[in-house]
């Protein structure tokens, strides 16, 4: 792994992988919580590691059916990657409209569906339970977010 301050401090060796596909309905945002909580559950994270990684999901699994598929069902595609060291990548990501400005988009309060009462937190909470949050976005094609939490109890 890399020293801590350096770009890719987040790359270790994968020890084990799950993916799981799910339409995006919003009922599947319970199901794509509770599956990725398992699955990381074998690193035997502390409680409030497991409920940071469920709450980061649960907004950017959202954000696909909210923001990305609007209201239109696609899927919503979730990589699972637990690492030595105790790192966790997750990677959430649809093939909806895209984001047409990320770095807007990731500012507080921001919001493209101000009507329905979205608080545009979505971004700034993911990061504020995750260590890295790194988010690429085309118009037309789509947004992968990925979230990585570094497990303390490791």
Known sequence: MKPKGSKNSFTAEVINEMSLK?????????MARAAVAAF??????EATELADIKCAVS?????????????????IYITVKLCREGIVRIDIRDKGCGIEDVK???QPLYTTDAENERSGMGFTVMESFCDKVRVYSACGRGTTVTLFK???GR
């Open 59 to 75: 907004e950017a699994v959202t954000n696909c059916i909210v923001h990305g598929y609007r209201n239109t069902i696609g899927i």
């Open 104 to 106: 807007q988009a990731r």
């Open 22 to 30: 799910l339409p995006s309905l919003s009922v599947n945002e319970g």
């Open 150 to 152: 570094r497990l303390r």
């Open 40 to 45: 990381c559950a074998q690193l035997d994270p």
